[in-house]
């Protein structure tokens, strides 16, 4: 396959042959990838960026992908930054990839502190250059590891990594249309990009300013072919009333569990589409891909290679071994990132039930809100700031629309329990909520709160956790 | 059981799309739910506190594989559930 030799993106976008009528679109404007060789989006000669560690930070994805296209094989490092990056963590950041040129659409003086040496300005507009690719070499990629509370974790990649084809040729490759409700600076997303690029294909992104109606309206005039997201992200869709718009041959559903009554669903409104669920992790990679319809993975699947990725489960987990993997955390190399034998831990709890393994939550009892992960320790620190707030336990409820919610159970202090009102209970748990609103996202904030009169305690005083 | 059913979900959607600081479109049976102002962290909020004031949830109760594209179709998942 020739993405698999491909050095650089540019390299692999750079035949004649394959790259009239490709194009990426934004919500606002279109890229012909094949103009890319002589023009640029950067405020430089990509000559200045060599063999440097180049941060990547923008305000919208068609901006980032140009970067990406125009520094692959070019600069050393490409640290990406995901749409939500804390600005306060930006000198982190910068400091463990050792960045040393920064690329990006916001102004200097809003990024603060977190300039590493030179500082480049790019757009999502090109103009012509004069620029000579010369000797390309093999570039690392630093992605961010999603769920994380706290410093940002960064794991390391190649384009190889990235790429490297599950199923060889197949349906995937090709001159396909491909859109994602992910973002393409997370793994999920970027998953697509390589694919559309590499493969063949033209792509769609998203936009976070677009509604779901706009954005299926805009993918049906592009005649997108394949389309990914979340359970969540096709939840929404068929709830829009426009599902409609889009004619996918292909639709893949990651990130969250795939659960029948969604599989159905997409089956009743697509019936001629490949309706396949799919497990990837900025750790571990691209694990595996179910396309009989039905939800969980059959067991089949473990225990031997296939397409190059070993499963297997231990300990309870899925544990994944792969070329696709993430090499190593970057900053942080004594955590093993993948154990003795290769693996990576995916944290994701399975159950075999009936000749096949279903997820039944994670490890650590993280919870999976709509694709976004939520570490309950987090929130409980900020709910037992309120000055009657014994104790809580925040845990995951099922939801049919977001797949998981938050919800909170809280221990009040004894000498208030007993003379609680219920209207003051219901002042309390607003003034928790509000709390909850002011310091975290809203996906972390509990949908529910209950006042409960105790929560189980384990033997070494920690709060017991459901699934931990 | 109808009527009380409906005026929860109205009054749910007021209040969540209040903490959620989002604007809400004026409610009406043809409204469509992506069209109303709240998006799936709402409704997922509006689900769950649907199912502790009313007892149930009729998205997981139901093997019928569909969704509801409007505040009507919304409503009327509640009122076929509690018949």
Redesign the interface.
């Known amino acids: 396959m020739p993405q698999n030799d491909a050095v650089s993106l540019a390299q692999a976008i750079s035949d004649p042959a394959r790259r009239s009528q490709r194009f990426i679109w934004s919500a606002e404007t279109q890229v012909a990838l094949g103009d890319l060789g002589a023009r640029s989006s950067l405020d430089c000669s990509i000559e200045e960026l060599r063999a440097r560690s180049v941060l990547i930070l923008t305000r919208d994805q068609l901006t980032a992908a140009l970067a990406l296209i125009q520094l692959d094989g070019i600069a050393r490092r490409l640290v990406l930054c995901p749409p939500d990056v804390d600005a306060a963590h930006l000198p982190f950041v910068t400091a463990t990839a050792e960045v040393d040129a920064v690329v990006s659409d916001y102004a200097p003086a809003e990024m603060g502190a977190a300039q590493g040496g030179r500082f480049v300005a790019c757009s999502s507009r090109t103009s012509p250059t004069d620029d000579v690719r010369g000797e390309q070499r093999a570039t690392e990629w630093i992605l961010f590891t999603s769920g994380t509370s706290g410093a940002p974790k960064m794991v390391s990649h190649s384009l190889a990594s990235l790429a490297g084809a599950i199923q060889a040729g197949g349906h995937l490759a090709g001159a396909n249309v491909w859109s994602t409700f992910y973002d393409i600076r997370r793994y999920g997303g970027l998953q697509i990009f390589l694919r559309a690029l590499l493969g063949g294909g033209s792509l769609a992104l998203s936009s976070e300013a677009e509604?779901?109606?706009a954005f299926l309206t805009r993918a049906g005039v592009h005649g997108v072919t394949h389309m990914t997201g979340t359970p969540?992200h096709w939840?929404?869709t068929?709830?829009?009333?426009?599902a409609q718009q889009i004619s996918p041959q292909y639709v893949r559903l990651s990130g969250e569990i795939a659960d029948q009554?969604?599989l159905?669903?997409l089956r009743?409104q697509y019936p001629r589409a490949t309706i396949a669920h799919a497990f990837a992790s900025t750790e571990a990679g691209v694990g595996f891909e179910v396309e009989d319809g039905l939800a969980g993975i059959p067991a089949s699947f473990f225990g031997h290679a296939a397409h190059g990725v070993e499963l297997k489960v231990e300990d309870g987990s899925l544990r994944i071994r792969s070329a696709r993997t993430a090499r190593h955390y970057v900053g942080n190399e004594r955590t093993a990132l993948l154990d003795a034998d290769g693996y990576v831990d995916t944290g994701d709890v399975l159950e075999l039930r009936d000749g096949r393994y279903y997820f039944s939550g994670r490890r650590g009892g993280i919870i999976n809100?709509?694709g976004l992960k939520v570490h309950p320790e987090e929130v409980e620190a900020v709910i037992n700031r309120h000055p009657r707030v014994q104790m809580s336990l925040v845990r995951s409820?099922?939801?049919?629309?977001?797949g998981a919610?938050v919800?909170a159970e809280i221990v009040l202090k004894p000498e208030l329990a007993a003379t609680a009102a219920s209207s003051e209970n219901s002042t309390l748990k607003a003034e928790i909520?509000e709390s909850c609103?002011r310091a975290l996202a809203?996906?972390k904030v509990p949908?529910?709160i209950r006042i409960v009169p105790s929560l189980e305690v384990t033997p070494s005083g920690k709060v017991a956790r459901p699934n931990a | 059981m109808s009527v009380s059913a409906r005026s929860t979900i109205l009054s749910q959607f007021a209040q969540v799309a209040r903490e959620q600081n989002r604007k809400l479109a004026p409610l009406s049976d043809d409204l469509v739910l992506m069209d109303s102002g709240l998006d799936s962290l709402c409704f997922a909020i509006v689900v769950a506190r649907l199912e502790d004031s009313l007892g149930f949830d009729p998205f997981g109760a139901t093997e019928d594989a569909r969704f509801p594209v409007t505040l009507g179709d919304f409503i009327t998942f509640y009122e076929d559930a509690a018949k």
Do not use: E, N, Q
């Open positions: 509604s779901t109606t969540s939840r929404r068929l709830m829009s009333g426009m009554s969604i159905d669903s009743a809100v709509g409820r099922k939801s049919p629309v977001t919610i919800v909520l609103h809203a996906h949908a529910a």
